[in-house]
């Protein structure tokens, strides 16, 4: 049976996780702390499609009617 991922999907937007050198200057550019972030469980499938860990950060981007693409930042938690 073939597996399907669904990061191809057109309804799920594209995900990707934050190399640990941009990390600090994503959070001064928002001046906010690593918690502050939006949550995303290690158990949600995009994040084990991924293969992110707890305390990773996922980009989010999306595409926006009004502004083109959108990003979002998501902590990955247990």
């Known amino acids: ?3 399907i991922s669904l990061l191809d999907h057109n309804s799920v937007p ?3 996780i934050i190399q640990v050198d941009d990390i ?3 959070l001064e550019k928002y001046q906010i702390e690593k918690g502050q972030l939006p949550k995303l469980k290690e158990s949600d499938p995009v994040a084990k499609e991924l293969e992110a860990a707890v305390g990773d950060i996922v980009k989010i981007t ?3 009617q009004t502004a083109d693409e959108s990003l ?3 902590l990955v938690i247990e």
């Open 72 to 74: 979002y930042y998501r």
């Open 14 to 16: 594209k995900h990707e």
């Open 62 to 64: 999306r595409i926006s």
């Open 1 to 3: 049976m073939r597996k």
């Open 24 to 26: 600090k200057s994503l």
